[in-house]
């Protein structure tokens, strides 16, 4: 059973538009949500993250937005730009003592910003 | 500083063989984790090492996959036989402290044949 699902699996946006990417989930011992951005051949790299206590985090162009009660958090791209185009992947951390720390990805979302 | 590094970056091997995947972590991190994503699937979790002992082995789907982390420095997971379903991209993550970032290698790609 998948624990944060992600939406939509691919995202078209012309340059200039906003990019949205919504995840989902279930555990509510997740304590830490962070965006990876991942390009090509490369590994995926921290974006952007957000802890529950605030429901809103922006940093440049790039805005998570978050929704406690509903189990929900998303990422904003403003002013899309083709740079842009890469696969976005929301994750979530699990706290309490003894805990790895591991993260649970969600399944991607092939971002592609139109010239 | 160097990155998380991993090498292969691309292995073929066919079904039956061994395959072993190396990663060197950023230098002075000890916690070491392994995760890998197959079929365009989401990425999941298979380790994570702190130091050379492994803290959390539960994403290991099973025995015939074997990570050792000798001396708390690099790490190996050997996958023996390699099955078709094995096929995928194999990522090393590093971080210093829990709390800390965790940077990502550019993974190692195997494809089972």
């Known amino acids: 059973q998948q624990q944060v699902k992600q939406s939509p699996q691919s995202l078209i946006v012309q340059k200039g538009g906003i990019s949205i990417i919504n995840c989902a989930y279930e555990n509510t011992a997740f304590d830490y949500f962070p965006w990876y951005q991942q390009f090509p051949g490369k590994g995926p790299a921290l974006l952007i993250a957000?802890?529950?206590?605030?429901s809103e985090k922006k940093e440049g162009r790039f805005t998570i937005s978050f929704n406690k009660s509903a189990k929900q958090f998303s990422l904003h791209i403003m002013d899309s730009q083709p740079g842009d185009s890469a696969t976005y992947f929301c994750?979530?951390?699990?706290?309490?003592?003894?805990?790895?720390?591991?993260?649970?990805f969600g399944s991607g979302t092939q971002l592609t910003v139109l010239p | 500083e160097a990155g998380v590094t991993q090498f292969p970056s691309h292995s073929v091997i066919e079904k039956g063989q061994t395959v072993t995947l190396r990663c060197d972590p950023i230098?002075?991190?000890?916690?070491l984790y392994w995760y890998r994503r197959v079929m365009g699937k989401e990425i999941k979790f298979l380790l994570h090492f702190v130091k050379e002992s492994k803290q959390d082995e539960s994403g290991m789907p099973n025995n015939r996959f074997l990570a050792e982390r000798t001396g708390g420095t690099y790490s190996t997971l050997k996958v023996q036989p390699a099955e078709l379903e094995d096929s995928g991209v194999y990522f090393c993550?590093?971080?210093?402290?829990?709390?800390?970032?965790?940077?990502f290698g550019e993974g190692s790609w195997l494809t089972v044949v």
């Open positions: 993550a590093s971080t210093q402290n829990l709390e800390d970032t965790i940077y």
């Open positions: 957000i802890r529950p206590d605030v």
């Open positions: 230098s002075g991190h000890d916690n």
């Open positions: 994750a979530a951390q699990e706290g309490g003592s003894g805990s790895a720390r591991q993260l649970t």
